[in-house]
C-alpha cells in the first residue's frame, strides 16, 4: 500500500502563484511515475503534469510555460509549482502515483478568482 499526502492548495487571484506537495510513504516501488491531474466542477479528470523516477516530465498543452513539476526522490515528493494562474484553472487537483500499482490522493482544491 501506498499512502498519498497532498498540500498547498487554496485561493489565489489570477496571475498569482501556488505549489503543491505530494508525499508518498508505505510501499514504495523504486521505479514509478508520480504525477497531478485535476478535476473542474462538471468535467472529466484530465492529466496536468506528470514526472519519472529518471526525471522525464509530460505536461499537459494547457499549463506548460506556467506550471513545473519537480520531484524529490529521496523523500519520494512530488511539486507542481503553479505560475501566472487562470481562473479555468480552478479545480480539485489529485495526485497520483503508479509503481507496482495505481494510487491517487484525496484531492485539494485550487480556486483562482479573476
Known amino acids: 500500500q501506498v499512502q498519498l499526502a497532498e498540500s498547498g492548495g487554496g485561493l489565489v487571484q489570477a496571475g498569482g502563484s501556488l505549489r503543491l506537495s505530494c508525499a508518498a510513504s508505505?510501499?514504495?516501488?523504486?521505479?514509478?511515475?508520480m504525477g497531478w491531474y485535476r478535476q473542474a466542477q462538471g468535467k472529466q479528470r484530465e492529466l496536468v503534469a506528470t514526472?519519472?523516477?529518471?526525471?522525464?516530465?509530460n505536461y499537459a498543452d494547457s499549463v506548460k510555460a506556467r506550471f513545473t513539476i519537480s520531484r524529490d526522490n529521496a523523500k519520494n515528493t512530488v511539486y507542481l509549482q503553479m505560475n501566472s494562474l487562470k481562473p479555468e484553472d480552478t479545480a480539485v487537483y489529485y495526485c497520483?502515483?503508479?509503481?507496482?500499482?495505481?494510487?491517487w490522493g484525496q484531492g485539494t482544491q485550487v480556486t483562482v478568482s479573476s
Open positions: 497520483r502515483f503508479v509503481g507496482r500499482y495505481d494510487y
Open positions: 508505505g510501499s514504495i516501488f523504486r521505479l514509478n511515475t
Open positions: 514526472i519519472t523516477t529518471g526525471g522525464s516530465t
